[in-house]
Every structure is written in structure tokens, then in C-alpha cells.
């Protein structure tokens, strides 16, 4: 099976500069809907979208060309679209996890259910446990 990327893995996307394809590194912040970027080993600026009026639009900060902009943010938008497909075609697949519903418990611990089915092992059964020494 293909590993799935994350959100917030690093990837690259090329730009042309002057005539010439060029890598760059866009590295996602976990916490925010920020891109920093670099060039080789050097880092180039952040990269982000802002809501003017109805409109989504770029924005930038650092030595980032005001001409790349456009080109930055659609193949970080293409890369975006591309993880949420590989998400939607694993979730079709299946990831092969019963659902919480469906899991009753292991068979040791089905003489200890208080009656729901659950298979849980009430706080009773816990003492004298490593889980009551707080207590």
C-alpha cells in the first residue's frame, strides 16, 4: 500500500524564474494555514491566504516575488487537493479497523462485563491495581 501524506508533511513544487524551473521546499505550520518556503537550504518567506471581500487571495512576507505568488499558492493548492483525494480513496479502500461499535471486548474480559455487553472491567475489579495508587 502507498504511504499517505499528511497535512503537514514537507513537499515541493517547482516555479519558473527567469525562464528556469526551480525547486522550492513548502513546509505547512501545524497550527495555522501558513507556508514557509525555501530555496535550497535558506528559507525564502511565508506564504498564507487572506479573505478580501469574496475573494481568496495569496499573501507573503520575506524575499518572495510578488510574480511567484500566484504560482506558489496554486501548486500548494493542487498539493492540498491531491492529499484530500488520496484521503477520500484510502477512506473507499477501507483501513481494515472494525468500528467502535462493532468491538465487544476481549473474551478475557467477558466474565467480568457488568451486563452491557461492553466488556469493560468496572473500577471494583481495579483495586489494590497500579490504577488506584492516585486514590
Given at each position: 500500500?502507498?504511504?499517505?501524506?499528511?497535512?503537514?508533511?514537507?513537499?515541493?513544487?517547482?516555479?519558473?524564474?527567469?525562464?528556469?524551473?526551480?525547486?522550492?521546499?513548502?513546509?505547512?505550520?501545524?497550527?495555522?494555514?501558513?507556508?514557509?518556503?525555501?530555496?535550497?537550504?535558506?528559507?525564502?518567506?511565508?506564504?498564507?491566504?487572506?479573505?478580501?471581500?469574496?475573494?481568496?487571495?495569496?499573501?507573503?512576507?520575506?524575499?518572495?516575488?510578488?510574480?511567484?505568488?500566484?504560482?506558489?499558492?496554486?501548486?500548494?493548492?493542487?498539493?492540498?487537493?491531491?492529499l484530500l483525494?488520496?484521503?477520500?480513496?484510502?477512506?473507499?479502500?477501507?483501513?481494515g479497523i472494525?468500528?467502535?461499535?462493532q468491538i465487544?471486548?476481549?473474551?478475557?474480559?467477558?466474565?467480568?462485563?457488568?451486563?452491557?455487553?461492553?466488556?469493560?472491567?468496572?473500577?471494583?475489579?481495579?483495586?489494590?491495581?497500579?490504577?488506584?495508587?492516585?486514590?
Amino acid at each position: 500500500m502507498a504511504k499517505i501524506s499528511e497535512p503537514w508533511e514537507p513537499f515541493d513544487i517547482q516555479v519558473v524564474i527567469e525562464g528556469k524551473m526551480e525547486k522550492i521546499l513548502v513546509i505547512p505550520d501545524r497550527e495555522e494555514a501558513k507556508y514557509e518556503l525555501f530555496d535550497d537550504h535558506t528559507s525564502i518567506g511565508n506564504v498564507w491566504t487572506e479573505l478580501k471581500g469574496t475573494a481568496t487571495v495569496w499573501c507573503a512576507e520575506g524575499m518572495i516575488a510578488r510574480e511567484l505568488l500566484d504560482q506558489i499558492g496554486e501548486q500548494i493548492e493542487q498539493n492540498r487537493e491531491w492529499l484530500l483525494s488520496e484521503e477520500g480513496e484510502q477512506n473507499q479502500r477501507g483501513s481494515g479497523i472494525i468500528p467502535g461499535a462493532q468491538i465487544q471486548g476481549s473474551d478475557a474480559d467477558l466474565d467480568k462485563s457488568d451486563g452491557n455487553g461492553s466488556g469493560l472491567i468496572p473500577d471494583e475489579d481495579l483495586r489494590g491495581s497500579d490504577a488506584d495508587i492516585d486514590r
